[in-house]
């Protein structure tokens, strides 16, 4: 693994206390900064990105997790832990709400380069091919989005994710409001808008070219992921990169209204 020509910066989201919201079974604090602190020592043992950020939105308590990165020379420098208190809106808006807002409060802080590239992940999980993600952005530099999305570009994975500092400030990040888990427009509606509309200003994209292997537990549900066996997503994913070639070379993309 060659270093990359630009800043890869890992982002980990995380809210440990997730009080009334809605649409989630795994409430324990205490289980769920269990699970963070598992994934995340996880992704600090993968060696592609230039620095970790992991950012929590409850007020929650990180210095257990400050001190583990301080006792380990490798990630001591490398990570950078933030938690405020963000998850204070209406529940009803549900966790997807609160997550963008992670991002903007990142964004806000963070002094990125503008050719950072920002993986997004949800820090209670950790993929276990992880390298062949990071491969694929190496091997794509001019590649400015990467994300699996539905065939119609309505719907896009929101747990692993990865953009330009551009796409986020110019796309992403203006449509926090519209996200709304009680109305049925969530995270996953709003990242796969913003990607069309990348896409409608001539914004590169491409799909994972690994389905995900996600390990951990779902908060939404408390249980594993249930995820596509792998030879269907690969295919899937082929398919998917293909037809947008191919629809791009056609100037079929437009700006989502």
């Not at 007020?59 to 997790?65: T, Y």
């Not at 992880?130 to 952005?137: G, M, P, R, T």
């Not at 997503?233 to 998917?240: G, V």
Request: glycine letters at 6%; a positive charge.
């Amino acid at each position: 693994m060659t270093k990359a020509a630009r800043p890869i910066v890992l982002l980990l989201t995380a809210t440990v206390d997730p009080g009334a919201m809605i649409l989630v079974k795994r409430r324990d604090p205490k289980r769920r900064f269990k699970d963070y602190k598992q994934a995340l020592r996880k992704w600090c043992r993968v060696p592609g990105f230039d620095s970790i950020i992991f950012c929590e939105n409850s007020g929650f308590d990180l210095s257990p997790l400050r001190k583990w990165a301080a006792s380990v020379p490798k990630v001591r420098s490398r990570v950078q832990f933030i938690s405020f208190q963000g998850n204070d809106y209406p529940p009803y808006l549900g966790k997807g709400y609160g997550e963008m807002g992670i991002l903007k409060h990142v964004f806000a802080l963070a002094k990125f380069a503008e050719d950072t590239l920002v993986v997004k992940a949800t820090g209670r999980y950790y993929a276990r091919n992880v390298e062949s993600l990071v491969d694929q952005i190496y091997a794509h530099a001019e590649c400015e989005v990467f994300c699996n999305v539905d065939s119609g570009f309505k719907w896009a994975e929101s747990v692993i994710f990865a953009g330009k500092v551009s796409f986020y400030k110019n796309y992403l990040l203006p449509l926090h409001s519209q996200i709304n888990d009680s109305a049925d427009r969530y995270l996953e509606h709003i990242l796969a808008d913003a990607i069309r509309a990348g896409l409608a200003s001539g914004t590169s994209w491409m799909p994972w070219s690994a389905s995900l292997e996600l390990r951990g537990v779902s908060g939404t549900h408390d249980r594993p992921p249930r995820w596509p066996r792998q030879g269907l997503a690969r295919a899937r994913m082929w398919m998917l990169d293909r037809s947008f070639r191919m629809r791009r070379l056609l100037g079929l993309y437009r700006r989502p209204s």
